[in-house]
């Protein structure tokens, strides 16, 4: 007798209810809790399981041995003209990178472009939720942000930055058909999804995602795990990534490189930089003839027939919206290992679980 | 017996004296000629062939049949804060490049950041060229451009886009040791290198740089000239060169996607896009803070010990810088094919052929 693993699934409002709760129990401002919660169930709903309710074991532990300062919301260092730099002080990611938006939106409504800088953040979720935040207010939102060690330049076999992500949104493009929305890491994969990997029990990963630990390329989601994630494409992947951690680590006057902790480093704080840029189409060719010719621009690329071997081509984003419209009906999965540390964490703080659907 | 095929080099200094000319007598204003025997020289000294000297034979076909007006500089479409929207009226792209990035130094010294759009533009060499020309002035350059379409989505089987390179530079770092300068096309390879293997009469090209007609991989150095760029790293690459396009053909109002021309493309005018940004990092952390941490950064990562099978850990610009050193030395190298074409074109034009080094 084969033993079915049972992965749960949960309306998206009753996890957010759940999550904000979770983190009101860790000491966390409810704004913020409430904050993380939208951030998190976001991501699950979008199919980003990497960045969403998979974090929480992971934010728990730094709150709980006070690698992150659930009070703090930081502080703006400096204003000048459309840049601003802003210390989180060690804050939770997504009370820093909220206040950040809206500075970046504030400024670019003066100047035409704002650019809010963050040095000593925390993880932020998924960048595509605070792209969106710029999107939403009419502008074009270019986020990035630097991340644990976790890659090694090209040709080389000690980690020097992390995941790096670039991420844009563009305003007037919600939804699939009407939008594009970009979020990647600079890396062949995200590290989460090597970690998912390893939690669904799958021993290998495809080729090209990772090296183990002495810069060789492996195929092993345990080698990988203590090893390096491979950079995209080789030296274009290295190029990208710096081009990210100039923007963050250096340009924030934040931690840089090997400075940086993580998520699952133990014994200092993560020092974390995100970059957030909104740009006006408004003081361009106009907003509405930006999202008119956006619109067009993405039907041309959605018209191109399919190579041999596919069906359709899609866009950034597609995966996601379609994903977020199928769990939006049938509930968010919660795979079976992570909802057992859930449940485990719910019932020690006292928060009631949530219903499956 | 064997032909050996001579590939003569020369100074730089002479061969920008007769590119000048050579543009010169194509009816291009003697600054703009100049303009682009110093982005040209620059690209073939910094080894990048396929922006350097191998781009005269398109330029002057373009002049010849009428494709680019040799003496339009363009003209403001409008400013409003911190954004410039230029048109190109189908100019050179070096002279309507020139002008961008004077306006976009302008702006971001006014507001910390500047940003020009330039539409109805046309080829301007290598994007390092104008992203330098934004560093030297003192400000993070970052230069976008799309092209010619030649790259199909992923998944698709036919051009939505080209190589829609991404470039920054930063300032401080000048050379090797010191600096770091991006430029890259969001495919594999840009399309001049795979002309670049024909030119050499190479039959075949590694894997994962093109595709056929039909959309399926290919080896083939001719199949690839008459198919497709391979996007970076598939979805990613695709997602790169999405963000490109809404950054240029989408924002500047021009031409997008499949209404371009390009350099090889006789029946209309090429009506490229590009975009010009520029940051001030006095704004945020000082220049000098700026300049000194992107160097240790620059330290950090030159300083990995290299993977097995490697020498050394280099960073983006570094073999551009070492290529530099050498060609200084030792002179540029032309090869025979384009040489030939060279001499033929100076002989029809009047223009005194330099000397071999």
Chains 1, 2 share one sequence.
Not at 24 to 52: F, K, M, W, Y
Request: contains cysteine.
């Amino acid at each position: 007798m084969t033993e079915t693993i049972h992965n749960p699934k949960f309306a998206a409002a009753d996890l957010k209810r759940f999550v904000r709760e979770l983190f009101e129990c860790l000491n966390v401002q409810p704004n913020t809790a409430q904050l993380i919660a939208h951030t998190l169930v976001a991501a699950s709903l979008r199919g980003v399981d990497s960045h969403g309710m998979q974090l929480i074991p992971f934010y728990a532990s730094q709150l709980e041995e006070g690698r992150v300062d659930p009070k703090a919301t930081g502080r703006v260092v400096s204003e000048n003209g459309s840049i601003l730099v802003y210390d989180g002080q060690n804050g939770l990611g997504q009370a820093v990178a909220n206040i950040c938006c809206l500075h970046t939106v504030r400024l670019a409504g003066r100047y035409g472009l704002g650019l809010a800088v963050a040095r000593e953040s925390n993880h932020f979720g998924a960048a595509a939720w605070w792209a969106q935040q710029i999107s939403r207010a009419g502008f074009i939102g270019l986020v990035m942000c630097n991340a644990s060690p976790a890659v090694a330049p090209w040709q080389g076999k000690e980690p020097r930055w992390g995941t790096n992500p670039i991420c844009m949104a563009i305003p007037g493009g919600g939804r699939e058909g009407e939008g594009w929305l970009l979020d990647m890491a600079t890396t062949t994969v995200a590290m989460g999804k090597i970690y998912k990997a390893h939690l669904a029990g799958q021993p290998d990963i495809p080729s090209g995602w990772a090296m183990d630990a002495n810069g060789l390329p492996t195929n092993s989601t345990a080698d990988a795990l203590s090893g390096l994630l491979a950079p995209l494409g080789g030296y274009k992947g290295s190029g990208l990534a710096m081009m990210v951690e100039m923007m963050c680590g250096v340009f924030s006057g934040g931690a840089m490189s090997t400075e940086l902790g993580g998520l699952r480093i133990k014994d200092r704080p993560f020092r974390v930089s995100q970059f957030y840029l909104a740009i006006d189409p408004q003081r361009g060719i106009g907003r509405e003839e930006f999202v008119a010719r956006a619109k067009r621009f993405v039907e041309q690329v959605k018209s191109t027939p399919a190579a041999p071997g596919y069906d359709e081509v899609m866009v950034a984003g597609d995966p996601e919206w379609r994903a977020e419209a199928e769990r939006l009906r049938s509930g968010v999965p919660v795979g079976a290992g992570l909802w057992k540390s859930l449940t485990e964490l719910a019932e020690r703080l006292k928060v009631v679980i949530p219903a499956e659907v």
